[in-house]
């Protein structure tokens, strides 16, 4: 069956240190994946898209990679700061044929500790 | 641009009572979602519309839920009649192209 996993439910980590959190999935073969942020009690904000042929991207203090051959992407954060403390979630296109419509996973809470 | 809108942002009703969300998409905007929400199941796309027409409703849980979108400007889901077990929140989301998707603030759904 298909399936997306952020094998983190909560992440904590000290301020000023780099977070990495993990979207692994099955059964896919994504033209893309994203990743957005969601404060509690607001919707999902867009953060970062990284395309199948693309390995890593970069903004700001995120980054993003993509390996297909592993069915993972891996986001950092570096220098972590509380203001970084959300919910990050992973989503791809699951048909595969770069369609508009994405599957999530249930997400990462990450906390970052003054 | 105001982004994404959504009416109302928290509802409260019976079991069995007709309950109406609404969304006004980001102008310009071609693809609107409808999402719903749950700590139990995540984020789950319940219908796609391309250019105000239905492409894929097949995340719609049954009968009981209907979307439409009259126009470019506006869409509804409309779940009749409710159960408690669609107590959820529920997001609409608005995109141009696969950059991004862009989320309204959620209506948060109780059924009593």
């Known amino acids: 069956s298909q399936k997306i996993e952020q094998n983190s439910e909560a992440l904590n980590i000290q301020e000023g240190k780099t977070a990495t959190l993990t979207c692994n999935y099955t059964n896919y073969s994504p033209a893309y994946l994203q990743w957005y942020r969601q404060d509690p009690g607001r919707g999902p904000v867009f953060l970062l898209l990284?395309?199948?042929?693309?390995k890593e991207k970069r903004k700001e203090r995120l980054k993003v990679t993509f390996d297909t051959t592993l069915k993972q992407s891996l986001f950092h954060i570096t220098a972590s700061q509380p203001a970084d403390s959300a919910t990050y979630l992973c989503?791809?296109?699951?048909?595969?044929?770069?369609?508009?419509?994405?599957?999530f996973g249930k997400g990462t809470k990450l906390s970052v500790i003054p | 641009d105001a982004g994404v809108i959504q009416s109302p942002r928290h509802e409260v009703t019976e079991m069995g009572q007709e309950v109406t969300l609404r969304c006004k998409p980001i102008s310009g905007h071609n693809s609107l979602f409808w999402y719903r929400q749950t700590m139990m199941r995540g984020l789950e796309l319940l219908i796609y519309?391309?250019?105000?027409?239905?492409?894929?409703d097949s995340g719609m849980p049954e009968d009981r839920f209907s979307a439409k979108m009259p126009n470019a400007s506006f869409s509804t889901l409309k779940i009749q009649p409710s159960e408690p077990r669609d107590s959820a929140v529920y997001f609409c989301a608005s995109s141009w192209g696969q950059v991004e998707a862009f989320f309204g603030q959620g209506t948060r759904l109780t059924v009593v």
């Open positions: 989503a791809l296109d699951a048909s595969g044929a770069g369609s508009y419509q994405l599957t």
């Open positions: 990284i395309r199948e042929n693309e």
């Open positions: 519309f391309n250019n105000n027409v239905p492409i894929d």
